[in-house]
């Protein structure tokens, strides 16, 4: 079974560009969630997609944004990228389904903004 | 406010013996607990979790033991090998009454394990 997958692996912007990132969860995984991970915060809960609908949303502005296909990939957004930006961002996947589920991270994608 | 700690930064151990991994909660809503491991740019790796109804949970190598009036859950690796050397992440989630956590874990600092052969 394919793990997560992100896409691109690594990505050099300017300072009030946007970005895209693209993360396709394990095959029959409903909920996609995202992550930040930098030196300083560690990880950090971005938001939780579920059947295409945001159902939890982390500490992070407006700037950040993302949304979910019918097919459970996902993708994220920011807008005006500020240098505070540079991050690993991390989507992870689960069933969503009983109680408890673990979630799988993909590799990640690597932002520096310039 | 960081809910979850991992007040190890560093932890050194030898091969073969036990490694001892702790974390510390504060937010009694707290159901569910995983720990991962992750290497310099890559994902981190589910290992092994735990529910709040559980006091230990084993597989393989791994064990996690939970202590839910003292908010401390503790990873062992036995026994430790080379290839453990890695960041190690505690994790912890509330479900809601539906029994479902809407994705959001919330993260430790990480501890730095080396194993040394």
């Known amino acids: 079974k394919a793990g997560v997958t992100q896409t691109p692996r690594y990505l050099i912007k300017t300072r009030g560009q946007q970005v895209t990132l693209s993360c396709s969860p394990i095959?029959?995984?409903?909920?996609v969630s995202w992550y930040q991970q930098t030196p300083g915060q560690g990880l950090q809960f971005l938001f939780e997609?579920?059947?295409?609908?945001?159902?939890n949303k982390g500490n992070f502005p407006g700037r950040f944004s993302g949304r979910q296909f019918s097919n459970s990939r996902s993708e994220m957004n920011v807008s005006t990228l500020e240098l505070g930006d540079s991050a690993l961002y991390l989507c992870?996947?689960?069933?969503?389904?009983?109680?408890?589920?673990?979630?799988?991270f993909g590799p990640g994608t690597r932002l520096t903004v310039l | 406010d960081q809910q979850v700690k991992q007040n190890s930064p560093s932890l050194s151990v030898q091969e073969g013996r036990i490694s001892i991994l702790n974390c510390d909660y504060t937010?009694?809503?707290?159901?569910?607990f995983l720990w991962y491991k992750k290497y310099p740019a890559e994902g981190p790796t589910f290992l092994i979790s735990?529910?709040?109804?559980?006091d230990k949970n084993e597989d393989g190598r791994f064990t996690v033991f939970l202590n839910k009036s003292a908010k401390h859950l503790s990873l062992h690796i036995v026994p430790s090998q080379p290839g453990d050397s890695a960041v190690y992440f505690c994790?912890?989630?509330?479900?809601?009454?539906?029994?479902?956590?809407?994705?959001?874990?919330?993260f430790g600092q990480g501890t730095i394990l080396t194993v040394h052969p």
């Open positions: 095959s029959g995984h409903r909920s």
């Open positions: 997609y579920f059947s295409e609908t945001q159902r």
């Open positions: 992870a996947s689960s069933r969503s389904s009983g109680t408890y589920n673990e979630q799988f």
């Open positions: 735990i529910s709040s109804i559980k």
């Open positions: 994790a912890a989630s509330t479900t809601n009454a539906g029994g479902t956590s809407y994705g959001k874990l919330t």
């Open positions: 937010n009694s809503m707290f159901d569910y």
